[in-house]
């Protein structure tokens, strides 16, 4: 079982729409990061968040640490929003695995 | 500021081989971490230099090695190419802490085993 679960697996919605990613992991943190790819493999970071809600032109990232999971949330989405979209945690220190831990990501397609 | 860099961009090579590849990071950034993408297992983190030294490892065989230049470039290695290691191999740098800060990918190296 992976210890990040990503949730829906792939989307499709219609531009203007509200989205939601979900994450959910097993494992205490330290971090948790949002990443986005589009075709052609570029990744760019969008948040880093260890607490609270994070707000960047339309994308809102939050966490629970309590619960173990985390969201993103995309306003007015846009065609050009439409790529996959990528949940990775930092384990604490002694938590177990090393280095950055993945979700499966969410393949988002934002029809005109 | 001249983005994350990898050299080269392509590469195929078949079994048994050896491949090196490059990453030069951000200008100022002192963190450069590797990770392998393939369709079946996603990303997966490989290892992360700081500084000249290796602060984390994933759970790779020895095979997969790394090393970071004083000049905070990076190269990584892969000996003895099994076909499953065909892969997007990407390098991310950071400005300070390892994987505590937002991270900066380069376009990654495609390597084929064949």
């Known amino acids: 079982k992976n210890e990040v679960e990503q949730s829906p697996q792939n989307l499709t919605a219609q531009e203007g729409e509200f989205i939601t990613i979900n994450c959910s992991y097993s494992?205490?943190?330290?971090?948790l990061h949002w990443l986005q790819q589009h075709p052609g493999g570029g990744i760019v970071s969008l948040f880093m968040l260890s607490s609270g809600k994070k707000k960047h032109g339309r994308l809102i990232a939050t966490i629970n640490i309590q619960e173990k999971h985390s969201s993103l949330h995309i306003t007015a989405s846009h065609p050009r929003d439409s790529a996959v979209y990528i949940c990775?945690?930092?384990?604490?220190?002694?938590?177990?695995?090393?280095?950055?831990?993945f979700g499966k990501g969410t393949h988002l397609i934002i029809q005109p | 500021k001249a983005g994350v860099t990898q050299t080269p961009r392509y590469l195929i090579k078949t079994r048994g081989q050896q491949v090196t590849l490059s990453c030069s990071p951000i200008?100022?950034?002192?963190?450069v971490s590797w990770y392998q993408q393939t369709p079946g297992q996603g990303l997966q983190f490989l290892f992360e230099?700081?500084?000249?030294?290796?602060?984390n490892k994933g759970n790779f065989p020895g095979r997969f090695s790394g090393r970071q230049f004083s000049n905070s470039r990076s190269e990584m290695n892969v000996s003895t190419l099994e076909l499953g290691d065909s892969a997007l191999y990407l390098c991310?740098?950071?400005?300070?802490?390892?994987?505590?800060?937002?991270?900066?990918f380069g376009p990654g190296t495609r390597l084929t085993v064949l």
């Open positions: 990775a945690v930092r384990p604490r220190a002694g938590g177990g695995a090393d280095g950055l831990t």
């Open positions: 230099y700081f500084s000249e030294t290796q602060r």
């Open positions: 494992v205490g943190i330290s971090a």
């Open positions: 200008s100022g950034h002192r963190s």
């Open positions: 991310a740098s950071s400005p300070g802490q390892p994987l505590m800060r937002e991270q900066f």
